[in-house]
């Protein structure tokens, strides 16, 4: 199972950067039933081609179909290893969701550019034969190039299969053909091999919104895609909604602008204030340390003053789930080459820490017991000595305002101790004392008049000409 999408628009190699794939490397991912890979058979100024492998083991597949039963052989032997279909689809969305996002980091002005393009698809299955092939792809602009394939070559009074080799051609941008590709492949072939639910209405309008609607055959499409006629039904309601109520998008806009007025969480305002202190000390290379599950590296590996992210984290379950929500196989491979993950403890000295221009450190320390606190700032400040560090922590005296807490207790229950605005300052002085840093302390979050902001960070800048410290202790 392949497809095959060639540009001819010199230079015919921009089409590695519209894809985020490189031409001189083989990526491959695993798709749920099978392996994916996309490699170029041809890159030159004139031509250059990207070639989209599927290995699907239809064993896998049928033992995966929990609830569905076939009988005799059909769900080991059959067409999805070697003919275009809904599998094919699933694989384009999995290794170019970010070219069909429209997003081109290294070119953006590619974006949107239209190229000379060419699809070719081997073995695809066509229900409605030639003259589907030609009502879904000629109204998109695409010449369209086909040759039936024999049932066998050796017989030829058997006639032809409902298969077909089918070449594309036209003038398009890259993230529009791909989004044909992904809708109307299983549109030809008339089925799909995975469960569809609600959710898939708002895909194929997320992939055919520009172009759906206007589509002569929209009802068809939209009918073979969902495959239940309700959600036809609701797709084409809500695609003919588009454009027609200048009240209703005037309600949207609305919506929008209420939604961005409600309050926002304190951990999305504690990640956004590092964020902006991390922009603010100038980027660079930056380590998040104690990482978890990388909420905030997702923030960074986009941040654009931002060059390199190391996350850390002594849990290897932690940096496991940080690494599925980064999602590094819908990444551009220029974002994906900035992040990396490393498993360690912040209490011992690391030469992988060394050399970084940042460190963050967000609601990492009340986590360590006290007594290990000091061992903590030696790794930090005396052995990786980054440039800057980022650091918050919980404000003690704010609890009084959370019933469930009260004044001297804790905000959870792995928590080793929270700092008072005034212990916080006074351990913050510490470091400036022994490690040459000065530092500056802020609120994040609504503050009580009395009892301050709920999180309080600190941003320390190491001096120009520190005093020299006291040696660090070796852990």
């Known amino acids: 199972m392949l497809v095959s999408l060639t540009s001819t628009t010199p230079d015919a190699t921009d089409l590695g950067f519209l894809l985020h794939k490189h031409p001189d490397r083989v990526r491959s991912v695993d798709v749920g039933f099978g392996r994916a890979h996309v490699f170029y058979p041809q890159a030159s100024p004139q031509r250059c081609t990207a070639t989209l492998f599927v290995e699907v083991d239809p064993i896998a597949l049928s033992r995966g179909q929990h609830g569905r039963r076939s009988s005799g052989l059909e769900p080991y032997v059959n067409d999805r290893p070697y003919a275009a279909s809904s599998l094919l689809s699933v694989a384009l969305g999995r290794l170019y969701r970010t070219a069909m996002s429209g997003t081109c980091e290294a070119r953006p002005e590619l974006v949107e550019q239209p190229l000379d393009l060419e699809v070719d698809l081997p073995v695809v299955p066509v229900r409605g034969g030639e003259p589907m092939l030609r009502r879904l792809f000629e109204p998109l602009g695409y010449e369209v190039e086909f040759a039936p394939i024999a049932l066998d070559e050796r017989f030829p009074a058997w006639g032809d299969s409902r298969y077909f080799s ?66 036809a039904r609701e797709a084409l309601s809500r695609l003919a909604d588009v454009g027609e109520d200048t009240d209703s998008l005037d309600e949207q806009q609305d919506e929008i602008e209420q939604a961005a007025e409600r309050p926002i969480s304190l951990r999305e305002q504690r990640l956004a204030s590092v964020l902006a202190a991390v922009r603010a000390v100038g980027g660079g290379r930056v380590v998040d340390l104690g990482c978890g599950e990388g909420r905030l590296l997702q923030r960074l590996v986009s941040e654009p003053s931002v060059t390199e ?140 008049p009395v009892c301050g902001s709920p999180t309080q960070m600190a941003v320390f800048r190491r001096r120009a000409e520190p005093d020299a410290p006291n040696p660090v202790s070796q852990i």
């Open 166 to 231: 089918v070449r594309l051609s036209g003038r398009h941008r890259v993230r529009h053909t791909l989004e044909h590709l992904f809708v109307l492949l299983p549109v030809l072939d008339d089925r799909k091999h995975y469960w569809i639910d609600q959710n898939e209405i708002d895909k194929l309008l997320r992939r055919g919104g520009d172009w759906l609607g206007s589509h002569p055959e929209s009802e068809l499409i939209s009918r073979r895609y969902l495959r239940f006629g309700q959600f």
């Open 309 to 448: 992210v190391l996350g850390v984290d002594v849990s290897v379950g932690a940096l496991e789930r940080a690494e599925r929500h980064l999602l590094p196989d819908e990444m551009s491979e220029r974002r994906r080459e900035r992040i990396s993950l490393l498993q360690g403890a912040l209490t011992y000295t690391d030469d992988r820490l060394c050399g970084f221009d940042a460190a963050t450190v967000v609601e990492v320390i009340e986590h360590i017991d006290s007594e290990r606190l000091g061992a903590f700032a030696d790794v930090v400040f005396g052995h990786a000595s980054p440039a800057s560090v980022v650091l918050t922590t919980p404000n003690r005296e704010y609890n009084a305002n959370f019933a469930n807490v009260g004044p001297t207790g804790l905000r959870h229950g792995d928590h080793r101790f929270e700092w008072t605005r005034d212990e916080f300052a006074a351990w913050a002085q510490g470091i400036e004392d022994r490690f040459g840093y000065g530092f500056e302390i802020s609120g994040i979050g609504h503050p009580d």
